[in-house]
């Protein structure tokens, strides 16, 4: 098993960036990690996914060119930083872990073991 802590999170401005980091309690390497946002009434949505080794990462459409996911298995984190973000980004982000070896369901969060317990984005126009 692994425990994900996420931080980071904030209220900023429009425009503006944050980083978020994923601190996990067991080897990263193991596991695919991927970033999801619950906004207020929505579904919990795919963000972003980082294969084990980091080499393949894939994002959803709204948040290519300005988020990018990156992890240090050496420090067992993962972290998002999220750039140019807009009031439409605000949401509890999630950092999670899958053990598919075949990234199966890496889109979706039924695809994923693990969950932190999510922290608040929120972007003010």
């Known amino acids: 098993q692994v425990q994900l802590v996420e931080s980071g999170g904030g209220l900023v401005q429009a425009g503006d960036s944050l980083r978020l980091s994923c601190a996990a309690s067991g080897r990263t390497s193991t596991y695919f990690m991927g970033w999801f946002c619950q906004a207020p009434g929505k579904e919990r949505e795919f963000v972003a996914f980082?294969?084990?080794?980091?080499?393949?990462?894939v994002y959803t459409d709204s948040v290519m060119g300005r988020f990018t996911i990156f992890r240090d298995n050496a420090k067992n984190t993962v972290n998002l930083q999220m750039n140019s973000l807009q009031p439409d980004d605000t949401a509890v982000f999630y950092c999670?872990?899958?053990?598919?070896?075949?990234?199966?369901?890496?889109?979706?969060?039924?695809?994923?073991?693990?969950w932190g317990q999510g922290t608040q984005v929120t972007v003010s126009s």
């Open positions: 980082s294969s084990r080794g980091g080499d393949g990462t």
């Open positions: 999670a872990a899958g053990s598919d070896p075949l990234y199966r369901g890496r889109r979706y969060y039924t695809g994923y073991d693990y």
